[in-house]
T-cell receptor
Framework: AQSVAQPEDQVNVAEGNPLTVKCTYS??????LFWYVQYPNRGLQFLLKYITGDNLVKGSYGFEAEFNKSQTSFHLKKPSALVSDSALYFC?????????????FGTGTRLKVLA | DVKVTQSSRYLVKRTGEKVFLECVQDMDHENMFWYRQDPGLGLRLIYFSYDVKMKEKGDIPEGYSVSREKKERFSLILESASTNQTSMYLC??????FGQGTRLTVV
């Protein structure tokens, strides 16, 4: 079955420290992978995506993610966390179905950056 | 600035009412999606559409239907609202962007 897993419900990190939000996936074929961020009472905002090419993808707000095919992972990272990064983060994969595509989302990871 | 617009931010409806949630995109995307978001469950796909008048069931279509008469508009319909459909509903056009969400409360 095609799926996305975000194993941590919450991640706490001190401001200025590096942060990692984990994501693993299971999908047939070559995956398209995405990260989104959601602030309170808002829709999802796109951060970055991996389709092909360089395994390290850079996105908005200083975030980056590394595609690891052997570990089927796509972890989100930032070298130095800001308090304003505190939000809910979703990983997603585009999966083929019935000749077209749908997007499968993880359950989300709440990031808290502590001042 | 490209965007997806959902017609309402907040809605309160009574059990048994027919509810329409509207979503409009201005990017000429073929694919549009409706999700519901619940704590601990993430985003679950209700329905999606890959072209005008074309639709496909997502993971949780029961109790919902959709309409896509024009490319830019994708409507989610709750035929007879129930309290377990109280949720945040999010519309998306392709992989991005998402609408701002509609928080629906069924009482």
């Amino acid at each position: 079955a095609q799926s996305v897993a975000q194993p941590e419900d919450q991640v706490n990190v001190a401001e200025g420290n590096p942060l990692t939000v984990k994501c693993t996936y299971s999908v047939s074929g070559n995956p398209y992978l995405f990260w989104y961020v959601q602030y309170p009472n808002r829709g999802l905002q796109f951060l970055l995506k991996y389709i092909t090419g360089d395994n390290l993808v850079k996105g908005s707000y200083g975030f980056e993610a590394e595609f690891n095919k052997s570990q089927t992972s796509f972890h989100l990272k930032k070298p130095s966390a800001l308090v304003s990064d505190s939000a809910l983060y979703f990983c997603a994969v585009r999966a083929p179905t019935s000749g077209t595509y749908k997007y499968i989302f993880g359950t989300g990871t709440r990031l808290k950056v502590l001042a | 600035d490209v965007k997806v617009t959902q017609s309402s931010r907040y809605l309160v409806k009574r059990t048994g009412e027919k509810v329409f949630l509207e979503c409009v995109q201005d990017m000429d995307h073929e694919n549009m999606f409706w999700y519901r978001q619940d704590p601990g469950l993430g985003l679950r796909l209700i329905y999606f559409s890959y072209d005008v008048k074309m639709k496909e069931k997502g993971d949780i279509p029961e109790g919902y239907s959709v309409s896509r008469e024009k490319k830019e508009r994708f409507s989610l319909i709750l035929e007879s609202a129930s309290t377990n459909q109280t949720s945040m509903y999010l519309c998306a056009s392709s992989a991005s962007p998402f609408g701002q969400g509609t928080r629906l409360t069924v009482v």
